[in-house]
């Protein structure tokens, strides 16, 4: 089981997020990542091993600036626990960002009609798939882009994703997957 969190306010988003993680450890992962927008692009960190290697990575978040961002931990279902396949994963511009809890049934048709149009894959997760499903309804409403992919994915998910062309939100989604959203004064949280 993995977990997933969110955060989106007046802190620095990354050690709220690594901190988030840290609490969900107990779930069970092999793998963790985070993506931060930092006031221009989406940047991304992840490895393969124990959030504590994440954490190293990026200074307990310190070197990855930006006030939102989504976090993962992963228990890999489909494809080998690897950097590679950790998540967050990108579409290819890398202005997309998505994290996933849960199973794609179909990701293998939806694989292949994105890579007859012109998509290449760096993993081997179904979850790949989204960010590049996203990518390609994406017509600048997030939440049209968002819906449409709900309605071609079969399984269960629950799904934190950011947009560089949104940078004052992140969005959530779940379909049979445990999903919560917190607000607060100074920030909102997915988890
Ligand atoms: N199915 C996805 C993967 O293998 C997500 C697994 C999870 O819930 O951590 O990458």
Excluded at 50 to 64: C, D, F, I, N, Q
Excluded at 132 to 147: K, M, Q, S, V
Excluded at 162 to 190: M, Y
Aim: with cysteine; proline share 4%; hydrophobic share 35%.
């Amino acid at each position: 089981m993995c977990g997933i969190v969110g955060y989106i306010g007046k802190e620095q988003a990354a050690p709220i997020i690594l901190e988030g993680l840290e609490k969900l450890e107990y779930r069970g992962y092999d793998s963790a990542g985070i993506a931060v927008f930092d006031g221009e692009q989406i940047t991304i960190k992840k490895t393969v091993g124990r959030l504590k290697a994440l954490v190293e990575l990026t200074h307990g978040g310190s070197m990855m600036p930006g006030n939102a961002g989504i976090g993962h931990t992963r228990w890999a279902t489909h494809g080998a626990p690897t950097d590679v396949n950790s998540h967050p994963h990108y579409n290819t511009k890398e202005t997309i960002a998505v994290v996933h809890n849960g199973i794609i049934e179909n990701y293998i048709p939806l694989k292949n009609k994105l890579e007859r149009r012109g998509y290449q894959f760096v993993s081997d997760t179904d979850t790949e798939v989204l960010a590049h499903l996203l990518d390609y309804y994406y017509r600048g409403n997030p939440l049209e882009a968002i819906t449409k992919v709900m309605h071609r994915v079969e399984g269960s998910y629950a799904l934190g994703v950011i947009f560089a062309e949104h940078p004052d939100r992140i969005f959530a989604v779940r379909k049979a997957s445990p999903l919560i959203v917190g607000k607060g004064k100074n920030g909102c949280f997915i988890a």
